[in-house]
C-alpha cells in the first residue's frame, strides 16, 4: 500500500513514543546519508530508555545512543536517503520501500520474546560461553561443564573475534564462488594453536565443510604436542608441521592462509608463500614491523627528515608511523596483485598492542583501477625513501 512521507514519519514516530521498538534496520543508500547501513535498537542507561544507533562506514561500526526525540528527528533524514527500512516491533515487521514520489509499506503480524533493554547485556560467541566444546576443554580454556576458565578468557574473547572474520572471510568467499563445500588452509607461525584448533572445529563441525587444515611452525616440541592433541581430538584433516615459511611446499593451491602476530619480515614472506600458492583469501596480523623504521632512519630522501621533521625527528613517533606505514604498503601491494584489501582492528588494544589485520580477498580489478593503485603505490614509496624487502619479494606477482 501506497503511503506518502508524513503518514510513514507519523506511523514510525507512534512506535517510538509507545517503546514499541525491538530493532530496526536501514538499508540501500541512495543519497547523501554519510553512513551506508544502519542499526537501530532500545537500550536502557540508569533507567532511562534511549535507542542505540550502530551505524556503518568503510567495515567500521559507529555507536551513538540517543534520545527518542533526537531519534525521530533523525528518522527523517533516514527516509529522504535510503530504500529500504525493516523494522520489527513487539508484534508487527514492518518493511518500507521507498519509490520515486511515495513509500510501499507492508506490515505482517509476529509475536517476539521479551527484549533485554541491557546496555552490558551478556555477548554472543560463536562458540557459545556454558556449552561444552571438546577443543576448549582439552587446551584448558573451559573446563568439562562448558565455563570458561577465569584465566582464560581473553584468549577465549580471542577465538570468538578470529571465527567473526573467519565467519565474514567465508561469506566473501562463497558470494564471490572462489569456494563452494570444501576448503584449503595453512596456518603460518600456529605457535600452540589455539585458532588453528578454533579454525577446523568451526569449519568442519560447524560449516560441515570439506577440508585441510595445516598448521606450520619451527618450534618441534609445539608441533609435537600440537599434533598430540588432534589426534587425541579426532581431528582427522588437521596437520601440524615443523619448518620455515619460506620452504613450504606441502600445497600447490590453497583457499585461505593466515599468519598471525610473524615477526617483522616474516608476515612478508608469509604473503609471498600465499601469492605462490593461489591463496584466494590472505589474512595476516604483523608483530615487531622494524624494517621500515630502521631503513627511513638511513635514508638521506626520506620526507620524515624533510616536510614531516616534526615526526621523524622523535624516535618514538617515527617507529609508530613506520609501522603504520608497513601496513599500509602491505595492503596496497597486495592489492596491485589482484586481492580487495581491509586493514580492520583483530582485538581490543587491552589485549595486545598488535592488533591491526590485513584481509586480502581474490578481486578482478579494472587495469585502470590498478594503474591508480600503482601510482599511489610509488607515491608512497617515494614518500618514504626507502627500498622495503617485500617489494623485492612480490613485484613479480603485480597484474
Known amino acids: 500500500m501506497k503511503y506518502s512521507k508524513d503518514k510513514v514519519i507519523n506511523f514510525i514516530y507512534s512506535i517510538i513514543d509507545q517503546d514499541d521498538l525491538v530493532k530496526a534496520s536501514i538499508s540501500n543508500l541512495k543519497g547523501s546519508y554519510p553512513y551506508n547501513k544502519v542499526s ?44 529500504q527500512l525493516l523494522i520489527n516491533t513487539k508484534d508487527k515487521e514492518i518493511q518500507i520501500l521507498k519509490g520515486k514520489n511515495d513509500f510501499n509499506m507492508k506490515i505482517k503480524e509476529t509475536s517476539v520474546k521479551q527484549i533485554s533493554l541491557d546496555h552490558n547485556k551478556k555477548k554472543n560467541y560463536l562458540l557459545e560461553e556454558g556449552i561444552p566444546v571438546p577443543f576448549l576443554i582439552r587446551l584448558g580454556v573451559m573446563n568439562k561443564d562448558g565455563k570458561v576458565i577465569k584465566e582464560k578468557f581473553s584468549k577465549f574473547r580471542q577465538i570468538n573475534k578470529y571465527l567473526e572474520f573467519i565467519e565474514d572471510t567465508l561469506k566473501e568467499l562463497e558470494q564471490k564462488k572462489l569456494i563452494q563445500d570444501s576448503i584449503k588452509v595453512v596456518d603460518f607461525g600456529c605457535g600452540k594453536s589455539y585458532l588453528t584448533f578454533a579454525l577446523y572445529h568451526y569449519l568442519k563441525n560447524v560449516k560441515n565443510m570439506k577440508l585441510e587444515v595445516i598448521g606450520l611452525d619451527l618450534k618441534k616440541d609445539v608441533i609435537n604436542h600440537c599434533n598430540e592433541i588432534a589426534k587425541d581430538l579426532n581431528f582427522d584433516c588437521l596437520e601440524f608441521i615443523e619448518g620455515n615459511i619460506q620452504h613450504f611446499d606441502k600445497l600447490k593451491n590453497v583457499d585461505l592462509i593466515f599468519s598471525l602476530h610473524a615477526c617483522n619480515n616474516a608476515t612478508d614472506y608469509s604473503i609471498l608463500k600465499g601469492l605462490e600458492m593461489n591463496a584466494k583469501a590472505i589474512l595476516a596480523v604483523p608483530c615487531c614491523q622494524s624494517e621500515f623504521n630502521q631503513k627511513i632512519h638511513k635514508s638521506e630522501t626520506t620526507h620524515l627528515k624533510k616536510e614531516l621533521s616534526v615526526i621523524g625527528k622523535h624516535g618514538i613517533l617515527q617507529e609508530k608511523f613506520s609501522s603504520l606505514a608497513t601496513d599500509a604498503l602491505r595492503a596496497q601491494a597486495l592489492e596491485l596483485c589482484g586481492y580487495k584489501t581491509t586493514v580492520m582492528e583483530f582485538i581490543d588494544m587491552e589485549h595486545t598492542p598488535k592488533n591491526i589485520l590485513i584481509k586480502a580477498i581474490k578481486e578482478n580489478f579494472k587495469e585502470d583501477t590498478l594503474i591508480t593503485k600503482k601510482k599511489e603505490y610509488d607515491t608512497f614509496l617515494k614518500f618514504l625513501g626507502i627500498e622495503p624487502l617485500l617489494d623485492t619479494l612480490i613485484r613479480d606477482f603485480y597484474l
Not at 47 to 73: M, P, R, V, Y
Request: glycine share 2%; net charge positive.
Open 40 to 83: 537501530l535498537k532500545p537500550i536502557a542507561i540508569k533507567g532511562e530508555l534511549f535507542i542505540q544507533w550502530e551505524q556503518f562506514k568503510d567495515n567500521k561500526a559507529f555507536h551513538s545512543n540517543l534520545t527518542k526525540e533526537q531519534s525521530k528527528i533523525n528518522f527523517n533524514e533516514l527516509l529522504d536517503n535510503f530504500k
